[in-house]
């Protein structure tokens, strides 16, 4: 294995094993019925009882990740250069160019499971944080935080593809 993977790879199976952590220890405490969709004021008005959360919630952490590796990873490594979409896509999959190219894609896509991984376990966590058990629910205050975290992160993610693969001099 390439070891320029190998710590986003190690990051994305750490973060995929305490999200799955987090719902088999924190999932018996869970309400019976959670709130998982606010409204703008943070006030609930969409619910969902705890064992279906745990099987989405687990279900999405387990599977999105690894399936957006997938698509952005290793889809091109099989698909015909004419169908990948790379700026400047054939110089960087010209023959002399295409392993190295298709290592970086490889690398940015784990850090996008990397990225994604975190985002799921914070809205879970936040979703779990908004329904005390015996009191209201109501949106926690790091919801937003996290979300405007993870965007700026995609924006870095996005700026760091195109400056791999931008036009040579």
């Not at 990873?73 to 392993?99: A, D, K």
């Not at 896509?109 to 914070?122: E, M, S, T």
């Not at 966590?125 to 926690?140: C, F, K, T």
Request: proline share 7%; net charge positive.
């Amino acid at each position: 294995m390439n070891s320029r993977v190998s710590v986003p790879l190690a990051c994305l199976l750490l973060l995929t094993a305490a999200s799955l952590a987090f719902f088999i220890y924190f999932g018996q405490w869970f309400p019976p019925t959670m709130a998982v969709h606010f409204n703008a004021a943070g006030d609930p008005d969409g619910w969902m009882d705890r064992v279906k959360f745990i099987v989405i919630g687990t279900s999405m952490c387990f599977m999105l990740p690894p399936f957006l590796v997938a698509c952005v990873g290793v889809l091109p490594r099989v698909l015909p250069v004419s169908m990948i979409n790379l700026p400047n896509r054939e110089y960087w999959l010209s023959s002399e160019r295409r392993e190295a190219s298709l290592s970086r894609i490889t690398y940015l896509a784990l850090w996008l499971g990397c990225l994604v991984q975190a985002f799921l376990l914070a809205v879970c966590e936040s979703v779990v944080r908004s329904n005390p058990v015996g009191g209201p629910a109501h949106l926690a205050g790091g919801a937003v935080v996290s979300t405007l975290v993870f965007v700026a992160a995609i924006a870095a993610w996005a700026l760091a593809l195109f400056r791999s693969f931008r036009a040579p001099e």
